[in-house]
């Protein structure tokens, strides 16, 4: 017997000599050794605020409870003073994952569109394209848009059906970061359009500059807000939503975890916080100072180029197509040697087969033994 209703999502495939796919990712998930440069979580937090807090809640056995369910009120007030946004209505979820879907589940009806860049985040097309009639992924793979999605590629892609822009700022998987120019128009065609703009924020920190699309239209914007990547707690699954009383009223309807959110993780998320500023210069120096160290390597190896230089995130994207190699190729390569990095399919269908992810927030000894298989790799596979 199979459920009757299709999806049309595909399946992820497992890689060879794997049954299955997530077979492959907990053989690298256990492996102590691996230099994690796959995913752009954050290995960089030698401090112990954060672990020391949920070790305390653990302690406590609070987790014996149900929390409240939209979140301590402590971490509430504290995700909302981060963004200056004290005005605004939140609820704390599972990730920004779970917010995203929360979103999608809400604002989008069956006759609407929404608007995403390609490359990107493919989890958000995929959860709007299971609410709304379409997903326009505009191809933004080009020096000319800058590699993002702009205000004026908008304006072109926008018809009277589209009732959501996907702002991913900055971007996954190339990095780029809109200006204040750029955020500000964003609104005013969210204004002019009476649509909502989706201001995914999950890598605000590591940018040089970063503007909230909350403050110019607050009234069409929902935020969406991590602590996987800056605050490094991938692994216990905590973020938020952020938009109007009004905007969240509708949303808390479609509301799944009514039993709240991991509380050990939500104490670590307080904590975390807290302590930004012991830590912020540091993780956001190392991170982006280890862009140099790719970059040097890069420029050694022709027919490779870093799309965006430098990235406004803790992760970036590098061409492979003038060297004529293919990124499922390298990613194998230096994954046998120890370097997880990821081949662009997982984040642009169309664009996949030109670029290697690689991410940065980890420390320089490891980038530096990425740099050095990078190089010989180009070498060796060539064409
Ligand atoms: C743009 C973007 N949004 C959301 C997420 C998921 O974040 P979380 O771990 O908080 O669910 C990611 C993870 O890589 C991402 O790249």
Redesign the pocket.
Known sequence: MIPKKEHGKELRVAPEGFKTANDFFEDLFLDKNLIWMG???NHLHDENFIRDAMIKAVESKDYCKYPPPEGLNELKDLVLEDLGLEDMDLVI????????YYCMSDLLTEEENAISPDP??L??DNFASRFAKEVKSVPIYNEECGYKLTPDLVRENIDENTGLIIL?DP???IGGAYTEEEIKEFAEIAKENDLFLLH?I??RDFAQEHYLAANYAPDNTIT??????IFGM?GV???ALISTNEVMNSIRQVLIDDLGTNVVAQYGAIAALKSKPEWIDYVKDTTFNNQKIIKEAVDKCDGCFILRYPSDGNMMAIDLSGAGINPKVMSKYLLERNVFTREGEYTSKRFGDRYLRVSYSVPPEDVKVFAREFVDAVEVLRK
């Open positions: 995913q752009n979580t979820t599972a990730g920004a994952t779970t917010a995203l990107g985040y989890i958000i991913i971007l996954n998987p995914d999950t890598y969406v807000y991590s602590f996987s990547k991938a699954r905590v973020g």
